[in-house]
């Protein structure tokens, strides 16, 4: 909800807003093709909306008597959990007959002694759904589904985009529609460096 699949389609759907000015000119409709995009007010509205979607979801939990808690948790046994709540310094433990963990995924910074300065100097996917400032000129670095998506709405937005891939895109896809994906964004003004790896970051 909050990076990844929601922010995601609301960031293509304001891509796509502008890939069809060309359709509705064809349909009759008097386009401004110099009207400029705000990715500011974007970023703005999208982390509103998924504000409310989290208030809701909270709200939800409770109606069904389900408690939820945003701390941090350990393991005491293996039917207990420590609570830890940093801002307070307060600890609780509760106890559970089953415990499931479900707690995502992040991206990956590169390896900190080979590119020391990465933290500094890139952002991960998940951070440009509140990156403040518009990115101007970006280099994705990745060949998969989620580097295609996010070259995909910067490039939409105006930015000159650079895709690095070590060998090719979509590798685990079926190689025939990979292709037609990456001839279509080159199409629409994506650059490729294939067979690319990165040595140093400055």
């Known amino acids: 909800m909050n990076v990844g699949c929601v922010p995601k389609k609301l960031f293509h759907y304001a891509a796509l807003m502008k890939e069809s000015m060309g359709s509705f000119a ?12 705000s990715w500011e007010t974007m970023v703005e ?4 909306h998924i ?21 941090r948790a350990k ?8 609570l ?28 900190e002694k080979q590119f020391p300065d990465a933290k500094k100097l890139c952002i991960t996917s998940d951070d440009i759904f509140y990156w403040k400032k518009h990115p101007g000129k970006s280099l994705v ?15 939409s937005f105006g930015c000159d985009v650079t895709l690095l891939v070590r060998s090719t895109i979509l590798r685990q ?6 292709g037609k994906v990456g001839k279509f964004m080159e199409h629409q003004g994506t650059k490729f460096l294939y067979g690319a ?6």
Do not use: C
């Not at 409709?29 to 110099?34: A, E, T």
């Not at 509205?45 to 509103?48: A, F, G, N, Q, Y």
């Not at 393991?75 to 420590?82: Q, S």
């Not at 896809?173 to 990979?178: H, P, S």
């Open 51 to 71: 504000r409310q979607l989290n208030w809701n979801a909270k709200l939800v939990l409770t109606e069904k008597g389900i408690k939820y808690y945003n701390l």
């Open 45 to 48: 509205k999208v982390d509103s």
């Open 197 to 202: 790896k990165m040595e140093k970051l400055e």
């Open 141 to 155: 670095i990745g060949g998969s589904y989620i580097a295609l998506e996010t070259a995909g709405f910067l490039q």
């Open 173 to 178: 896809y079926d190689q025939e529609m990979a």
């Open 75 to 82: 393991f005491v046994d293996p039917h207990t959990l420590e």
């Open 84 to 111: 830890h709540d940093p801002k307070k310094d307060k600890k609780q433990t509760i106890t559970a007959k089953n415990i499931m963990i479900a707690v995502g995924g992040r991206p990956n910074y590169p390896d």
């Open 26 to 37: 064809q349909a009759g409709w008097k386009v401004d093709r110099d009207q400029q995009h």
